[in-house]
């Protein structure tokens, strides 16, 4: 028999967290919800007491925020399941710390979803404590300082924004070259980095996408020489949009 996974839920309102109680006892079996917070403070004092395995985190809350929570909590390990409204700054950083996250109105299927890629890491022992780097890259203003969880083979590896050259897409995987002459392989499609990495990165083609600061040299014939010595294609469709942040 699988063992439930002691969970707790942080939510300040309570309509929204009689709902999310209601579908995880319906459709998410496996879960136990051990108890209920209703803002960061109670938060804080409840995750202490009971050393949850999961937590249901609401991003915007009384008395601080859901980062406020994990920084207090710094000396647990528990695994996230941030709970937001749409906010395309708040959802790129958590796609940068590989975070589990529900938009409200909560998706009974994505909700399914997350518990289940939680479920797995628990059963494999597999907690990766992601919680620690989520709060610095919220804590960093400038983006080329954060940091970028990368789901692997094998598990998470961190690696800063500003140690990537360049990206190029590997059929359902990515690779990553760092300034160290290192490779990394993601367990992402190249879209995933397009969508969620800042400027100095730009897609340059449908299998580039590059660091401006190690552009080296740009060639009219189409291509550029990276400072690692790659020649990257300028495809004719990124052309325009690749000269424009160039100049």
Known sequence: MISKIKSVIVEDEV?????????????????????EAQ??????????????????????????NAFDVLEACGDLVFETIFVTAFSEYSLKAL?????????????????IVAVN????????????NRNKVIVENFRE?????????LPTMDGFEVVKMEEIVRLKGN??????????????????????????????FLRVHKSHIVNLDFI??????????????????????YKEDFLRNFK
């Open 15 to 35: 309509g929204a967290r009689e709902a999310l109680r209601t579908y995880l006892t319906k459709y998410c079996p496996q879960v136990e919800i051990v108890g």
């Open 39 to 64: 803002n960061s403070r109670e938060a804080i004092a409840l995750l202490h007491e009971l050393q949850p395995q999961l937590v249901f985190l609401d991003v915007e809350m009384p008395f601080g």
């Open 95 to 111: 796609n940068r710390s590989a975070a589990y996250y529900l938009l409200k109105p909560i998706s009974i299927e994505e909700l």
């Open 117 to 128: 890629k939680v479920q797995q890491e628990v059963m494999n022992k597999e907690i990766f």
């Open 141 to 149: 203003p400038k983006p080329e300082k954060q940091q970028v969880i």
């Open 171 to 200: 059929g359902n995987f990515t690779d990553l070259y760092l300034t160290n002459g290192t490779k990394k392989m993601a367990c992402r499609f190249l879209k995933h980095f397009g969508d969620m990495l800042p400027l100095p």
């Open 216 to 237: 080296k040299k740009y060639n009219k014939g189409g291509y550029i020489t990276l400072e690692d010595g790659a020649e990257v294609e300028i495809s004719p469709t």
